[in-house]
């Protein structure tokens, strides 16, 4: 199918970028994180950056405990769900399962309101992202993947950076990277991360996805099926979306590079217990390693071993190497955002100014300095 100008026109308004809040313990880190990651979303996509066709929109699915994180969403011009959990967790029949979701992962069974995404079928295509990250360039070749045919189809295909070198299928349900840290060495099969997932809406997955919930098949220390397991927030996202692709949909999703989507920085290599020899956490013979990839042709980011900008890591930017950059370019964006609304503020901290640009006083959480929203 060649791409005319109608279809770029009919495709503008069709995806879209979810993100969940759970709790809102941290209003102005939230309100921060959502500001700069929707300016860096906006940034990467059309009409801003004319290298993407793609425009998008911003929708936030809120837990009822978390409505107080509502207002700022709603200043940034995001569409907001109030969701409850999609599931009644005292109605899990695995008994394990139902006895200490609630208990693990980041957010308990609450990071289950990600499957929301699955029901936005007014588009064709639905980014969820964690709030801890950042798109960096475009993501054409990912939506015209999944929205295109034959010869246009494998053109963008080919331009897309897959792990292992897999092929591509004909029809993409999602793409999504793996998180090889969590992971046993030597373990089948590994988690998929679950801050970054592009997904084509579905009912009757969100249906499966219950059902397989509630079906409650989770073994302890295992995982899903006995099988999809091992490894922090298995019982959530992490492992349910590798059960659920790995195991009930094979073939149908993609494994991107992850030193060019949902970049973390992260080590391949692991020593074993036994001998202390290093070796490719993906069980492979080689290994790429995210930590050298030209920062140019990195896609997002997800600031998880590289710490939260809000954080203000100064022992990690005084380094040479990708987490500066990941963070010098997170606070470049902030500033943008706040210059382009009018609400700059001129600070005199000078701590690390290249990077954190005046709004760290100092290291942790207390130093960071947000965005004032009422300045005007």
Not at 51 to 71: D, G, L, R, W
Not at 224 to 250: E, R, T, V
Request: a neutral charge; charged letters at 25%; glycine letters at 6%.
């Amino acid at each position: 199918m060649r791409v005319t100008n109608f279809l770029v026109i009919t495709f503008l308004f069709l995806n879209n970028v979810a993100i969940s809040i759970t709790s809102c313990s941290q209003g102005d880190i939230i309100a921060d994180a959502a500001a700069v990651l929707k300016h860096s979303i906006h940034l990467s996509s059309y009409p801003s950056n004319k290298q993407s066709k793609y425009n998008y929109q911003m929708v936030a699915f809120v837990h009822p405990e978390a409505t107080a994180c509502i207002p700022p969403l709603q200043i940034l011009n995001y569409e907001i769900h109030i969701k409850d959990t999609p599931i009644d967790v005292s109605q899990i029949r695995g008994d394990f399962l139902r006895e200490n979701v609630q208990q693990t992962g980041c957010c308990g069974e609450k990071e289950y309101l990600k499957l929301y995404a699955y029901t936005l079928v007014n588009y064709k295509i639905v980014v969820h992202l964690d709030l801890d990250s950042l798109i960096l360039q475009p993501l054409d070749d990912l939506f015209d993947s999944m929205l295109l045919d034959g010869v246009d189809k494998k053109i963008s295909d080919s331009k897309i950076p897959v792990m292992h070198g897999n092929p591509v299928p004909e029809k993409v349900e999602a793409y999504f990277t793996r998180d090889y840290n969590m992971a046993n060495l030597g373990k089948q099969y590994i988690n998929i991360q679950g801050g970054f997932l592009v997904i084509r809406p579905n009912l009757q997955y969100f249906e499966e996805y219950k059902e397989a919930i509630l079906e409650g098949d989770f073994r302890k220390g295992a995982g899903w099926k006995n099988k999809y397991g091992g490894y922090f927030g298995a019982q959530q996202i992490q492992g349910l979306c590798s059960y659920f692709f790995d195991g009930l949909h094979p073939g149908t999703a993609v494994e991107l590079n992850r030193c060019y989507y949902n970049a973390m920085n992260d080590n391949p290599r692991k020593a074993r217990r036994k001998d202390n020899v290093e070796i490719c956490r993906d069980n492979r013979d080689n290994c790429e390693d995210c930590r050298e990839t030209d920062f140019s042709k990195i896609k997002s980011v997800h600031f998880t071993l590289c710490q939260k900008p809000w954080t203000c890591p100064i022992y990690l930017v005084k380094r040479p190497g990708l987490c500066r950059e990941y963070h010098k370019n997170w606070f470049r964006i902030r500033q943008d955002f706040e210059r382009l609304e009018n609400i700059l503020e001129v600070s005199s901290e000078e701590m690390e100014m290249d990077t954190f640009r005046g709004n760290c006083k100092g290291p942790g959480n207390g130093n960071y300095i947000p965005i004032n929203f009422t300045k005007n």
